[in-house]
């Protein structure tokens, strides 16, 4: 069972995220959001379900990204992220989903 991660509520404004490498981990964010973060968790993966209006910029290290669910006006910014491959579920648009060693990707669900 993964680690989880809640950030709910409108007005949420976060620099400090930090994912280490203690397993698996899912990030949950609902409501209006700006959060930045670290993440180092080269043997795991990272799990996002997000749903709202803002950004999420991520960057670091991660074996894999699954992007479950992404709802709203929001930026998903991975181009610091090193990962082998990104998993996505859904209907939006995603740039060059797979195996990647940088990801030059922005995702923007509107």
């Known amino acids: 069972m993964p ?3 809640f950030f709910k509520g409108d007005g949420i404004y976060t620099d400090s995220l ?26 795991y993966r990272l799990i996002l379900n ?10 670091g290290i991660c074996k894999q990204i699954e992007i479950k669910k992404i709802k709203g006006d929001c930026k998903l910014y991975l181009e610091e992220l090193t990962t ?8 939006h648009r ?7 060693k940088t990801v030059p990707m922005i995702i923007d669900c509107e």
């Open 3 to 5: 680690r989880r991660i």
């Open 94 to 100: 995603v740039i060059s989903p797979g195996d990647l």
């Open 84 to 91: 082998s491959s990104i998993m996505y579920y859904g209907q």
């Open 18 to 43: 930090v994912v280490g490498n203690h397993g698996n981990t899912e990030l949950f964010v609902r409501g209006s959001f700006v959060i930045h973060g670290l993440i180092h968790c080269p043997k």
């Open 50 to 59: 997000i749903a709202g209006t803002g950004e999420l910029k991520l960057h």
